[in-house]
């Protein structure tokens, strides 16, 4: 099993719409979640952090769910610029903070 | 913000040369490093840890003498990857954690990467 798996995508969605992204994590002990989102060719950039009591940034929702080991992010109102890669992170063990991604998810948004 | 420089950005190579990628924290200081390698329509797979001062921490199946890592101060980290082989084609990326930076201390920022294409 992965550490962290995620849809495998890719989403096709028409501007407006409404899109959601899932994960599982199988390291019980992590600790910090985040959602990144990866352009072509680019490196990651963070999207946001995933807090336990959810966490809401302009049209990006995150909520994390500890006991099912489950993260979401949800897109509402998607732009075009929001096509990219979507990757879910979890941190690992130990204070090296080092994280591990999952395969990512692509979204494309159509006009 | 924080923001991570590598260099080169693109670089293409015969097999069996050495290359050096540069891994830099612009305005801040990092004593932990890390670098990743991702293939295409991969994720990306952390490749070793790298401590300012020590030795760095390669993960499973990551050859230390194939990627040489050295982290001599606390804005500078570099990869070599040494007779360089076509299945070394990749996009390498490094990230730095602020030390010392007041809420950011949790975060990773990551360096536009490095494609190398090995011939």
């Known amino acids: 099993r992965k550490e962290v798996e995620q849809d495998p995508g890719p989403f096709n969605v028409p501007e407006g719409a409404t899109v959601a992204f899932n994960c599982t994590y199988s390291?019980?002990?992590?600790?910090?979640f985040f959602w990144y989102r990866q352009d072509c060719r680019k490196e990651p950039k963070l999207l946001m952090s995933v807090y336990s009591s959810g966490n809401e940034d302009g049209r990006f929702t995150a909520q994390l769910n500890r006991a099912s080991q489950y993260i979401s992010l949800l897109i509402r109102d998607s732009k075009l610029s929001d096509s990219a890669t979507y990757l879910c992170?979890?941190?690992?063990?130990?204070?090296?903070?080092?994280?591990?991604f999952g395969s990512g998810t692509q979204l494309t948004v159509l006009p | 913000g924080a923001v991570v420089s590598q260099h080169p950005s693109r670089v293409i190579c015969k097999s069996g040369t050495s290359v050096k990628i540069e891994c830099r924290s612009l305005?801040?200081?990092?004593?932990?490093m890390f670098w990743y390698r991702q293939f295409p329509k991969q994720s990306l797979m952390l490749m070793a840890t790298?401590?300012?001062?020590?030795?760095?921490?390669?993960e499973q199946g990551v050859e230390k003498d194939k990627f040489l890592i050295n982290h001599a101060s606390l804005t500078l980290s570099t990869l070599t990857v040494t007779s360089a082989h076509p299945e070394d084609s990749s996009f390498y990326i490094c990230?730095?954690?602020?030390?010392?930076?007041?809420?950011?201390?949790?975060?990773?920022?990551f360096g536009p990467g490095t494609r190398l294409t090995v011939l």
């Open positions: 305005d801040f200081q990092a004593t932990t």
């Open positions: 390291n019980s002990a992590s600790q910090s």
């Open positions: 790298s401590n300012e001062g020590s030795k760095a921490t390669y």
């Open positions: 992170v979890v941190d690992g063990l130990g204070s090296a903070r080092q994280l591990t």
């Open positions: 990230s730095a954690t602020p030390v010392g930076l007041a809420g950011l201390t949790d975060t990773q920022y």
